[in-house]
């Protein structure tokens, strides 16, 4: 059974860093997209970042210039690099890995990242 835990989340002033990991138990056969999601207070979950084997990497809008989505190891399969953070980054940040299935679909349970003074 696979299950995915982020990591690396917490409280940091603006214009601070976080590094968020994703890590791994269990075995994802053929991985096609591993991606960070964030959900804010009240909002609806957003698409951050993705990366895809042979295709360029996504960054939302909002993110663009700040963030940085790279692979992993085995383990630790994905980070996000999270520079000059703002209150507006607040939110629950969520790993989503995707396989070939459409049944390969796995998230995490989320890590709080709060931008404050």
């Known amino acids: 059974q696979v299950q995915l835990k982020e990591s690396g989340g917490g409280l940091v002033q603006p214009g601070g860093s976080l590094r968020l990991a994703c890590s791994v138990s269990?075995?994802?056969?053929?991985?096609?997209?591993m991606a960070w999601y964030r959900q804010a207070p009240g909002k609806q979950r957003e698409l951050v970042a993705s990366?895809?084997?042979?295709?360029?990497?996504f960054y939302s809008d909002d993110v663009k210039g700040r963030f940085i989505i790279s692979s992993g190891n085995a383990k630790d399969l994905v980070y996000l690099q999270m520079n000059n953070l703002q209150p507006e980054d607040t939110a629950i940040y969520y790993c989503?890995?995707?396989?070939?299935?459409?049944?390969?679909?796995?998230w995490g349970q989320g890590t709080q990242v709060t931008v404050a003074a």
């Open positions: 989503n890995i995707q396989g070939l299935r459409s049944t390969d679909d796995y």
């Open positions: 269990g075995n994802i056969a053929v991985i096609s997209t």
């Open positions: 990366t895809s084997p042979g295709a360029p990497l």
